[in-house]
Each structure stands twice: as C-alpha cells, then as structure tokens.
C-alpha cells in the first residue's frame, strides 16, 4: 500500500503540492493499465481534489515510462453486464473517472510521457489540457482486439481533431506520434522527455496566478459546447460573465490592471 496525504490506494498515488492534487497511476510494471481498482481509486482520488477547497488544479500522470497502456486487458470483463458494471459503473450509479474529470470544476491537467492508449488516451483527452513528452504515443487501438472505444473515444476525440482523421484513428487502431498529436490539436504543449515536468510547472505557476474562481466558471463556460446549441451557449456565457462582475476577482484584477501591477486573487 502507498501512504499519500489523505489515503491508502493500492493502484495509484495521490498527493497534494500546494495548491496542486497530483494523481499518478502507479502500475508500471504493466504500464499503468487500468483495471477495475485503478478506475474505482482514481474516482475517489478526483472526488479528493474536487471536494478540497484548498486544491485549485489537478494534474494526472503515470509513473514510470508510461502514461497509460489502456485497460488491463487480462481482467477484461467476460459480458456486457459485467463491462457496464465494473467498466462502465453507470449501473451501480457512480460516475467514471473521464465523466468526473469533465465534471470537476478546476482545470484538470494529463502529463502524458510513453503509451496513451486506449482508456488511457480517453483518460487524456478526458483533461482540459495535455501536455505531452515527446516520447508520447497516442493510439485508439480497441479495434484490434475486437472492441470500439467505450471511455469517450468515439464522442470526445471527433470533436478535437474532426471527424476524419478521429475515424481513421478508431477504424484502423493507428498509433500517431506526439508531434502529430500536436499538429492535430490533440496535445496542446510538447517538451523534450527531460523537461515534461519543467513543462507543467510553468503551465501550473500560470494558472495558479489566476483566480480559481473564474477558471471555474471559464471551464463550465467551455464545456457547454458539448451539450447546448449556440444561442443556450452564448446565454449561459453571458450570465457566467455577468456573475463575475459580483465576485472580488474582478475588483481587484480591475484596480490592479489600473496601478500597474499584478492581481492578487483570492477565489472570492
């Protein structure tokens, strides 16, 4: 058992780093696939860092050379009961780790080093951002093993990089590089191996500069782009906004913008 902050897990690691919840998948000696256990810990790790008000962003990761190699494909389920049950959850009524992670109202950040494939590219592009090494692979190869993707893979991904080439992907199982990632619009930041994590340092020191405040309500402004047509969009955006000009965030970043300074917010 590892001993974190705030729980015992057995598949993962969860520590808090100021303001910062750090869940790492700890499976590497099978490329932190995920198996039942895994999915179950890391809903509990996310409720964690959603739930602490004192933790303003999360950032996922894997340890070892792997992000995630996928499902533990040796402790598949043998139906489809079982597959909604134990994969799924949506029968017992719990959320699954990519629906929480969209859910959560704090950005959520996926350090992507080695394999992403499969649930762990869906556990990914679950993120509001990812960053990636440039050793990074990202692949949807449920095909060849005579599945489709069940983690978002086939609704997430087409809205990222198109309907095409998300098909391609899905249809043949092809594994595309960091780099094509990038210039798909899959991965928003890629680093040499050796400065992944100077990479999320610097994208988490921004962003805790910021108010945690209106990130949240930047990231459900955001995410309604999924769900509402554009006039519901852009009336939800209008009233998200008209409820910042009550919070003192936005007294401060206005009289810190007129005396040459930076803001210091405060969440409220």
């Avoid at 050793?135 to 983690?151: N, R, T, W």
């Avoid at 340092?201 to 910021?210: E, G, N, V």
Wanted: overall charge positive.
């Amino acid at each position: 058992m590892v001993k974190n902050d705030f729980k015992d897990f057995s598949r993962i690691i969860y520590k808090k780093d100021g303001h910062i919840g750090w869940i790492i998948l700890n499976r590497p000696e099978v490329k932190n696939a995920q198996d039942p256990i895994t999915r179950e810990e890391l809903v509990q790790a996310l409720t964690l860092g959603r739930d602490d008000s004192d933790v303003y962003l999360i950032v996922i990761t894997g340890k070892g050379e792997n992000f995630c190699a996928g499902g533990d494909i040796t402790d598949f389920p043998k139906n489809s009961v079982e597959f909604m049950e134990r994969i799924g959850l949506q029968v017992l009524g719990k959320k699954r780790p990519v629906d929480m992670i969209r859910e959560i109202p704090k950005p959520v950040i996926a350090m992507v080093k080695g394999l992403a494939l499969g649930a762990g590219m869906e556990l990914a592009l679950a993120c509001d951002i990812i960053v990636a090494s440039e050793d990074a692979k990202f692949g949807q190869p449920e095909i060849k093993v005579g599945l489709i993707p069940g983690g978002g893979g086939t609704q997430i991904l087409p809205r990222l990089i198109g309907e095409k080439k998300a098909k391609e992907m899905i249809f043949t199982g092809k594994v595309i590089t960091a780099k094509s990632a990038f210039d798909m619009g899959l991965v928003n930041m890629v680093t040499p191996p050796d400065r992944l994590k100077e990479g999320v340092d610097q994208l988490t020191s921004d962003l805790l500069r910021k108010s945690p405040l209106l990130l949240k309500f930047a990231k459900m402004a955001v995410n309604k782009v999924f769900e509402l047509p554009l006039s519901q969009g852009l009336a939800y955006e209008s009233n998200l906004c008209a409820i910042c000009f009550d919070t003192d965030d936005l007294k401060e970043g206005v009289k810190a913008f007129k005396e040459k300074r930076p803001p210091s917010f405060k969440g409220k």
